[in-house]
């Protein structure tokens, strides 16, 4: 295990929270020490690590960090890797005037340590290396990280497998670096970096695998000694790999390949792991499979070429890594399938077409020019055309689109539940085609004005830290995570505000379909934050309210309540019966919602916000279904046939105004389609 030394007199003060145990060590950025958490980190904060809540600080000196607010900044960046194979940050900060960061506690020497006391990994040992890096790398770069000092004293043995430290922190201290000074290590360092580029993700991969061949031989490809003999051979000659037997076949290709001088022909971490995984994964598994494959009890079937395993060199020396005890066997992704399946067979239960168009949140903060802009013309609510002029086939469906390009409102995505993996398509704002979302989502929405999406992926709830939604900008292509809770939290019923710049979610108190809603998140895409409200435990979702900073819940007795941003209860309107889930629109004299009616819940009440009075209700029965709001003088529904089916307009008497969509009526009953401002 890491060696641990007492704490010195002259140590910083560790940030709150925290209590020191020990050091784990020391060098020129800074000093680690090992701690445990003295009280909770909070709620708006961190998720408390795995491991009985010891973590590793890193306390860096203030000439490392250089300004402050890039290194927060980034600190926070780095904070949204998914914990596949990697030691989780969970925590940054300054104390002190000295800047922090506090990751999850791996208790295993380095690979550094395991090299120099024992020599080269042979067999499953290697190929657990192996896998365990290039997930973890693929995680890292999924984020927009790039490691950047990627090495074997950076890569932990645990006893669940490697764990990537320190991703990130080269970035951090690269602006106070002098001119000329490098910021790396040489010999894991890629031939660009000496010629003043940035590094990217394929630095990251000449790194790995400079250092899966000081795994497999001992040294690195192109030796140690002095700096500028070291950079020679980089710039200059082809590495020397060795006569290793675990470095050969496929992985010896591999990392070939990854030690080509040109950035541009090295393979990506992820195609690096798919490759490895023999192409037979689909894409959206390779982090839950690459990270299963780098457990010590689960040894790789089908990857690359590999000794049988050799016993440790050393008389008396345990292998660095070996069976993980029950409890943390039972934190691995595979866990989680069930779970994420029950989850999405509940969310996937809601309303087949659905209305976005929502109520104002607070004024948008000011933000970055790549974030998701405020769009201030799309406050008022939109119109629909009152005749369709073109029509629009779904992909692979018989369903039909009955469009208009004056329609303020359009189908920007659906979810394909007629198969089994239930995929999502994207419309693109500009050509208006469907495109195929790759990676498995649970919900997806994209905000008014086509230009962010938000959603929720499927393989976060693999994860076993925290819950996160997924921000992409469509425009600078820009996309990354942004955390909400902490588990055993889960987050669903995702919603944007109608000015596309707050994202609404509600918190389930666990991933079951009947779990408690305890609370409700509110994110800033442009802010890449996350303000989390605990409630009271009810049995019943959040929408945003018509009113801006409001949101609202139905309540009991079929009252709606009406709740400030910070849970305040601002407004009890009795009487009204069940809430409809996203049923609220701002209008001129205030706002509108829909609920399931008092005395006959199979219609649908059209309720004044201000004034708590009724102003229309919709005998709808049994073959209509309304949906939310199109504009605000009309609502969307579908209209259910035995053969045929259809997706409307209403007025608010009622009267069907407009067919937008139709078609087979099992086809409509399994395409859920989301109507959105364009």
């Known amino acids: 295990m890491p060696s641990v030394t007492n704490p010195s007199s002259g140590d910083p003060e560790l940030p709150a929270g925290y209590r020191v145990l020990g050091r784990l060590g020391a060098g020129g950025q800074g000093v680690v020490y090992l ?93 657990r290396l192996v896998f365990g890096t290039l997930t973890a790398l693929t995680a890292v770069h999924q984020a927009g990280v790039v490691h950047r000092d990627f ?58 695998a400079c250092t899966v061949v000081c795994a497999a031989t001992g040294r690195p490809p192109f030796g140690t000694g002095p700096t500028p003999v070291v950079i020679n051979r980089i710039l200059n000659e082809p590495p020397d790999l060795g006569g290793a037997e675990g470095l050969d076949g496929e992985l010896r290709e591999l990392v070939t390949a990854c030690l080509d001088k040109d950035p541009a022909r090295r393979p990506t971490a992820a195609g690096a792991l798919m490759r ?92 970055p020019s790549t974030s998701p802009p405020s769009s201030a013309a799309l406050v008022t609510p939109p119109a629909m055309a009152a005749e369709p002029a073109t029509r629009t086939p779904v992909p692979g469906s018989g369903v039909t689109l009955h469009e208009a390009p004056s329609d303020g409102m359009w189908v920007s995505a659906y979810q394909d539940r007629r198969t089994k993996d239930a995929p999502w398509f994207l419309r693109d704002p500009r050509s208006g085609a469907f495109q195929a979302v790759v990676e498995p989502r649970q919900e997806m929405e ?18 076993l830290d925290y819950d996160r939604v997924h921000i992409e900008d469509r425009a600078s292509g820009d996309s990354y995570d942004i955390r909400t809770v902490d ?36 994110v800033d895409p442009a802010g890449r934050t996350a303000r989390v409200t605990r409630m009271p435990a009810t049995g019943h979702p ?48 205030g706002g509108r919602f829909l609920t399931a009616c008092p005395d006959a819940p199979k219609d649908t009440c ?45 007025d608010l008497s009622g009267k069907a105004v407009r067919v937008l969509a139709d078609g087979p009526a099992a086809e409509i009953d399994k395409i859920s389609m989301w109507y959105t401002a364009k």
């Open 35 to 127: 701690a445990e958490l003295a009280e909770p980190v909070g709620p708006a904060g961190s998720a408390e690590p795995a491991g009985g809540g010891r973590v590793a600080v890193k306390v860096l000196h203030r000439h490392a960090a250089g300004d402050l607010g890039p290194f927060l900044a980034e600190a926070e960046l780095i904070r949204r890797v998914r914990a596949f194979c990697t030691a989780q940050v969970v925590d940054s900060g300054v104390a002190g005037g000295l800047p922090y960061l506090v990751t999850e506690y791996v208790d295993g020497p380095s690979l550094a340590q395991v090299i120099e006391e024992r020599g080269a990994l042979r067999g499953a040992e290697l190929v």
């Open 542 to 589: 959040y929408m945003w309210g018509p009113e801006s900073g409001t949101v609202m819940q139905r309540g009991p007795g079929g009252a709606a309540l009406v709740h400030g941003l910070d849970g305040t209860l601002r407004r009890t309107i009795p009487g009204v019966g069940d809430l409809l889930w996203g049923g609220a629109v701002a209008t001129a004299g």
């Open 446 to 463: 994209a905000a008014p004005g086509g230009r962010a999406v938000a959603s929720l992926s499927a393989l976060r709830l693999f994860t």
């Open 276 to 367: 490895l995984l023999g192409g037979q994964v689909p894409a959206r598994e390779i982090l839950p499979e690459g990270s299963r494959r780098a457990v010590p009890d689960a040894p790789p079937e089908g990857g690359p070429r590999t000794a049988p395993d050799a016993p440790p060199e050393k008389s008396g020396t345990a292998p660095p890594y070996g069976e993980a005890p029950a409890r943390e066997r039972a934190r691995r992704p595979g866990r989680a399938v069930a779970v994420a399946a029950a989850l999405a067979v509940a969310l996937a239960a809601g309303g087949l077409v659905t209305a976005r168009l929502l109520a104002a949140d607070d004024p948008p903060s000011s933000s």
């Open 151 to 208: 090495k074997p004293a950076n890569v932990l043995l645990g006893r669940d497998g490697p764990r990537v430290i320190d991703f990130g922190i080269a970035r951090l201290l690269d602006a106070a670096a002098d001119d000329g000074e490098l910021v790396g290590t040489p010999p894991y360092m890629a031939p660009e970096q000496f010629g003043g580029a940035e590094a990217g993700p394929p630095a990251d991969m000449f790194a790995w």
């Open 487 to 522: 588990r055993p939290l889960f987050t669903g019923g995702l919603s944007w505000n109608r000015e596309g710049t707050r994202v609404l979610l509600t918190v389930h108190a666990e991933a079951r379909d009947d779990a408690p809603r305890v609370g409700f998140v509110v």
């Open 606 to 650: 059209v309720w004044d916000y201000r004034s708590g009075t009724r102003e229309a209700r919709l005998r709808t029965g049994e073959r209509t279904t309304v949906h939310g709001w199109l504009g605000a003088e009309h609502l969307l529904a579908t209209r259910k046939g035995r053969k045929v089916s259809e997706v409307v307009m209403l």
